[in-house]
Structures are given as structure tokens and as C-alpha cells.
């Protein structure tokens, strides 16, 4: 579509398009079989914002094949492009396996264990519903966020799953570094994944001196008698071995709907030490959860002044 058909458009009364946009990777576009170049959708885009009319953009978030390096260049896009006059990026949703759709018919062809709507996942089990939930909060946070802060948080419900979960947890923590690596602040993430662990690690710890002294009766006594007279601390510790249940049960039972075949994560044996921090720690806890809220939002701010850096706080 070339610049006079636009402006021609334009002037017969021509004010809004829909495109079938979906992902800000060329990778992952291809993968979709859809013929066109991002290039030319970067043109046509500010040709039609020029132009007055009004654009809108879905986001499809985990198409088979898609990684979190994929995922993060489809980040930056939104990014980049939000603030355009009259275009509009739609809330990133997981994709569908719809009936009757080449992926529902195909779907071996495309690599996935099971053709189920919502629940399926690729053969090698790295590309799950839960792996797809987390992403959708990371780019509805690009999308939904105005002004990327604590208190324009959306969707966090996307975030309220079992964080501990291989697949999930990996998937995580190469998007998230893939999205500091775009912005050129690697040591920014370094520093957040850092500071997770330590405080993961004090956590642990104050629970595990909860329980010091409990190993004999007299020491159990002693701890019950003193749980009698501080609620607070009692709900703290019974929602510690509670979380620690659930996480135990989902790492021994199949993951459910995945047409017989377990959840087979390409988590390996790693020899990136900032991997197994990030992997040992226990990112179910508020405290962690709010963490993983704050490293998004940093990572987001980082690529927001990259691409409009006047956008940068003004110095007092």
C-alpha cells in the first residue's frame, strides 16, 4: 500500500483500519504464514497516522515456534509505536487453537502434544498456558500501562499462577533479560535477579528460624504456645507450608490437560549461576511477585527512553 493510496483513501472518507498485525516478530510472522514485512507495516503505520486515520493492532501472544526473544522484540514494538496519534494496540491475549483452524487441524505439523483450545502445548513442553499467561503480563503491561508504573499495573491476575513452575520460570527470565538486553542494561537486570535471590533468601530464612527449636516435644509445646498469641505469625507460617505444598504437588503430578504428555521442559542442567539463582528462588511469595512487577515495569521504562527519550524525568 503506497502513500497516495492512503491519502487517497483518506480523502474519500476512508478513517479507520483494522490490520492483522499480531506479532512485532518478522520470525514469528512468518511462522504465521503472513505476507507481509515489518518493514512495510512500520511505513504503512505512520503513512496512515499522517494520514488521520484511526489504527488498530491485535496482539497475539505463544503462536507455536514463538520464543521469549520473539516475544520481546514484539515488546519493544509496542513500545515504540504506542504513542503514534490514533493507533491502537489491542490487550495481548494467548493464542487460540480454534476448530476448523490450519493450527487445530495440523497441529502436529506445527509441533504441539494436543490441538486443545486453551490447554495445549508444544511436544517439548517449554510453550504451555501458563507460559503464555506470563507473557500476556509482561506485554499488556507495554500495551495497557500508560505511564508504566506500580499503579497502572493490568492483568495481574496473568501473574497470580504457580510462578515456581520450570517452564514458566525459564520462559520468564529470558524474556525479561531479553527485554534489558534490547534496552542495553544488562547490568540492570543482573542487579534485579541479584537482589530477588537475596531477598528470597531472607525470606527463607526468617521462616526457617520460625521453626528452630521444634525438633524435640518440649520445643513443639513451646512453639504452639506461642503461635496462640500472635495470629499474624501463625497465618505467615501456614501460608509458607501451604505454598510449599502446592509447588511440591505441581512438580510430581502431570500438568493436566496435555493430551497424555507431561510437561517436558527444555530447562537443562545450566552454567549460567544468574539462571540457577533466579530458578532456586521461591517466586510465589508476595515479595517476589512484587519484584517480578518491578523488573517488568524497569524494563519497560528502559525501552520507553530508549525510543522517546523525552520521555525522561526532568532533574530538579
Same mark, same amino acid.
Given at each position: +500500500?503506497?502513500?497516495?493510496?492512503?491519502?487517497?483513501?483518506?480523502?474519500?472518507?476512508?478513517?479507520?483500519?483494522?490490520?492483522?498485525?499480531?506479532?512485532?516478530?518478522?520470525?514469528?510472522?512468518?511462522?504465521?504464514?503472513?505476507?507481509?514485512?515489518?518493514?512495510?507495516?512500520?511505513?504503512?503505520?505512520?503513512?496512515?497516522?499522517?494520514?488521520? +486515520?484511526?489504527?488498530?493492532? !491485535?496482539?497475539?501472544?505463544?503462536? !507455536?515456534?514463538?520464543? !521469549?526473544?520473539?516475544?520481546?522484540?514484539?515488546?519493544?514494538?509496542?513500545?515504540?509505536?504506542?504513542?503514534?496519534?490514533?493507533?491502537?494496540?489491542?490487550?495481548?491475549?494467548?493464542?487460540?487453537?480454534?476448530?476448523?483452524?490450519?493450527?487445530?487441524?495440523?497441529?502436529?505439523?506445527?509441533?504441539?502434544?494436543?490441538?486443545?483450545?486453551?490447554?495445549?502445548?508444544?511436544?517439548?513442553?517449554?510453550?504451555?498456558?501458563?507460559?503464555?499467561?506470563? *507473557?500476556?503480563?509482561?506485554?499488556?503491561?507495554?500495551?495497557?500501562?500508560?505511564?508504566?508504573?506500580?499503579?497502572?499495573?493490568?492483568?495481574?491476575?496473568?501473574?497470580?499462577?504457580?510462578?515456581?513452575?520450570?517452564?514458566?520460570?525459564?520462559?520468564?527470565?529470558?524474556?525479561?533479560?531479553?527485554?534489558?538486553?534490547?534496552?542495553?542494561?544488562?547490568?540492570?537486570?543482573?542487579?534485579?535477579?541479584?537482589?530477588?535471590?537475596?531477598?528470597?533468601?531472607?525470606?527463607?530464612?526468617?521462616?526457617?528460624?520460625?521453626?528452630?527449636?521444634?525438633?524435640?516435644?518440649?520445643?513443639?509445646?513451646?512453639?504452639?504456645?506461642?503461635? +496462640?498469641?500472635?495470629?499474624? *505469625?501463625?497465618?505467615?507460617?501456614?501460608?509458607?507450608?501451604?505454598?510449599?505444598?502446592?509447588?511440591?504437588?505441581?512438580?510430581?503430578? !502431570?500438568?493436566?490437560?496435555?493430551?497424555?504428555?507431561?510437561?517436558?521442559?527444555?530447562?537443562?542442567?545450566?552454567?549460567?549461576?544468574?539462571?540457577?539463582?533466579? +530458578?532456586?528462588?521461591?517466586?510465589?511469595?508476595? *515479595?517476589?511477585?512484587?519484584?517480578?512487577?518491578?523488573?517488568?515495569?524497569?524494563?519497560?521504562?528502559?525501552?520507553?527512553?530508549?525510543?522517546?527519550?523525552?520521555?525522561?524525568?526532568?532533574?530538579?
Amino acid at each position: +500500500m503506497t502513500k497516495n493510496v492512503i491519502d487517497t483513501l483518506a480523502k474519500a472518507g476512508f478513517t479507520r483500519i483494522f490490520w492483522g498485525f499480531e506479532s512485532g516478530s518478522q520470525r514469528v510472522v512468518d511462522l504465521m504464514k503472513k505476507a507481509f514485512r515489518l518493514t512495510d507495516a512500520v511505513r504503512i503505520i505512520s503513512d496512515c497516522s499522517h494520514a488521520g +486515520m484511526y489504527q488498530y493492532l !491485535p496482539v497475539l501472544v505463544g503462536f !507455536p515456534g514463538e520464543t !521469549p526473544e520473539d516475544l520481546a522484540e514484539t515488546v519493544d514494538f509496542i513500545i515504540q509505536f504506542r504513542e503514534t496519534p490514533r493507533l491502537h494496540f489491542y490487550q495481548p491475549s494467548p493464542v487460540l487453537v480454534r476448530t476448523n483452524a490450519e493450527l487445530y487441524e495440523h497441529y502436529r505439523d506445527f509441533g504441539l502434544a494436543n490441538n486443545e483450545v486453551l490447554h495445549w502445548q508444544d511436544v517439548a513442553g517449554t510453550n504451555t498456558y501458563m507460559v503464555r499467561l506470563a *507473557r500476556c503480563f509482561v506485554a499488556s503491561q507495554a500495551q495497557g500501562n500508560p505511564e508504566l508504573t506500580p499503579a497502572g499495573v493490568v492483568c495481574m491476575d496473568y501473574l497470580s499462577q504457580n510462578l515456581n513452575d520450570p517452564a514458566v520460570a525459564n520462559d520468564l527470565y529470558h524474556l525479561l533479560r531479553s527485554l534489558f538486553d534490547r534496552s542495553d542494561s544488562a547490568a540492570a537486570f543482573v542487579n534485579h535477579v541479584s537482589h530477588a535471590y537475596r531477598t528470597a533468601s531472607r525470606i527463607d530464612f526468617r521462616i526457617r528460624s520460625a521453626f528452630d527449636g521444634i525438633s524435640g516435644s518440649r520445643g513443639a509445646v513451646s512453639m504452639v504456645k506461642s503461635l +496462640m498469641y500472635d495470629p499474624a *505469625r501463625f497465618k505467615r507460617i501456614a501460608r509458607f507450608i501451604h505454598r510449599r505444598m502446592l509447588n511440591l504437588a505441581a512438580k510430581t503430578r !502431570p500438568t493436566g490437560k496435555t493430551g497424555g504428555v507431561q510437561n517436558r521442559t527444555a530447562v537443562q542442567a545450566s552454567t549460567d549461576p544468574l539462571l540457577e539463582c533466579w +530458578m532456586s528462588t521461591n517466586k510465589n511469595s508476595s *515479595r517476589l511477585r512484587e519484584l517480578i512487577v518491578g523488573m517488568t515495569l524497569d524494563a519497560l521504562q528502559r525501552l520507553r527512553l530508549k525510543h522517546h527519550p523525552s520521555t525522561m524525568p526532568k532533574q530538579s
